[in-house]
């Protein structure tokens, strides 16, 4: 069984940073693209931030690009989000998600794309 978890939410103050961490267990890691969403709130869920196998390839939605990103570390089971120069809209329930893929380059910005999930952590960023 296949297990996604988030850490690292907070209560922080506009400007400030935060990193968010996923682990991912019961998969091998190296397999896995990885993703982070958000959803704010009375909003969808959207796409922040991809990173294909071995982190070759990123992608970053325009809102965070420049302020957000999204690294690996493999021997570790773990992708993270660092969050720098925060807004008040950032706000939001942040979701980590995971596809295997055979293409190592390949970057998912489609929810659809992903296979597993994790429960999401919240990032609430005062202004």
């Known amino acids: 069984q296949v297990q996604v978890k988030e850490s690292g939410g907070g209560l922080v103050q506009a400007g400030d940073s935060l990193k968010l961490s996923c682990t991912v267990s019961?998969?091998?890691?190296?397999?896995?693209?990885m993703g982070w969403f958000r959803q704010p709130p009375g909003k969808e869920r959207e796409f922040v931030s991809g990173?294909?196998?071995?982190?070759?390839?990123?992608e970053a939605a325009l809102a965070v690009k420049g302020r957000f990103t999204v690294s690996r570390d493999d021997a570790k089971n773990t992708v993270y989000l660092q969050m720098n120069r925060l807004k008040p809209e950032d706000t939001g329930v942040y979701y980590c998600?995971?596809?295997?893929?055979?293409?190592?380059?390949?970057?998912?910005?489609?929810?659809?794309?992903?296979?597993?999930w994790g429960q999401g952590t919240q990032v609430t960023v005062s202004p």
């Open positions: 990173i294909s196998r071995r982190g070759s390839s990123t």
């Open positions: 998600a995971a596809f295997p893929t055979a293409y190592v380059h390949q970057v998912g910005t489609a929810p659809e794309t992903y296979e597993y």
């Open positions: 019961g998969r091998t890691f190296e397999g896995l693209a």
